[in-house]
């Protein structure tokens, strides 16, 4: 099943849904795939730096692993293509207006938005108000 690329649809349609868990960002120097295994990342990148992983809060402190910031993860629903232009821009855009970071991490069926943990509600409620203003 393809995703959506008309941003007006994917815009109106994407429901974001807050996550209840908080995450942390870490970066494992010389890491491997399958290093932190035990941390239960829910996003890995490989970078040239360092392998970054997206951890569940209580498992970096559970671990005792040093993170900066901890975040909310606003999944939006709508299943957007890994083509579609403007999504990622938009979302980005109609958060910044109001002084909230977004770290998008792009899945195969859907976006994943990081907010600052304390700015999680006003996020979605951003992002909702964003949805209506395309209808």
């Given at each position: 099943m393809s995703g959506e690329t008309d941003l007006a649809k994917l815009i109106s349609s994407?429901?974001?849904q807050l996550m209840a868990q908080e995450y942390v960002f870490i970066?494992?120097?010389?890491g491997a795939y399958g290093?932190?295994?035990q941390l239960n990342p829910i996003?890995?990148?490989q970078e040239q730096e360092a392998m970054t992983l997206v951890v569940p809060r209580e498992q970096a402190q559970a671990q005792g692993v040093a993170y900066q910031s901890v975040f909310r993860c606003?999944?939006?629903?709508?299943h957007s293509?890994?083509?579609a232009v403007g999504l990622?821009?938009?979302v980005s855009a109609a958060l910044a207006s109001n002084g909230i970071s977004a770290n998008v991490i792009a899945a195969f069926y859907h976006d994943h938005i990081f907010v600052p943990a304390d700015q999680a509600q006003l996020a979605v409620s951003v992002?909702?108000?964003?949805?209506?203003s395309v209808c």
């Open positions: 994407m429901q974001p970066a494992l120097e010389q290093d932190g295994a996003a890995m990148f606003i999944t939006l629903s709508v293509s890994l083509d990622t821009a938009a992002l909702e108000e964003t949805a209506r």
